[in-house]
């Protein structure tokens, strides 16, 4: 069994910034591979930024340039940097740790 809980989502004027953390414990002997999702009100669940545990970053078009992943294998934590926050950020976010673990979700939202 994996848990999975993530901090640092809130309000925060477009613009802005903030920096999602996910800490999994449990039963892990090694997660290749760790990523951030995020669902806005009415659409689909969206691929963010992912991490492998060799560093290999993807993102997605929308957030490259503002976001970025990172990951502490020794604390088994992924963050996500993201900067210059638009209104269309806005969304819950959520961790994935392979191969099928995810966070309850952290809701972001981006308002003035």
């Known amino acids: 069994q994996v848990q999975l809980v993530e901090s640092g989502g809130g309000l925060v004027q477009p613009g802005g910034s903030l920096r999602l953390s996910c800490a999994a414990s449990?039963?892990?002997?090694?997660?290749?591979?760790m990523g951030w999702y995020r669902q806005a009100p009415g659409k689909q669940r969206e691929l963010v930024a992912t991490?492998?545990?060799?560093?290999?970053?993807n993102y997605a078009d929308s957030a490259k340039g503002r976001f970025t992943i990172s990951r502490d294998n020794a604390k088994n934590t992924v963050y996500l940097q993201m900067n210059s926050l638009k209104p269309e950020d806005t969304a819950v976010y959520y961790c994935?740790?392979?191969?099928?673990?995810w966070g309850q979700g952290i809701q972001v939202t981006v308002s003035s």
């Open positions: 994935y740790v392979s191969p099928k673990y």
């Open positions: 449990g039963s892990i002997f090694s997660i290749y591979f």
């Open positions: 991490i492998t545990s060799g560093g290999n970053t």
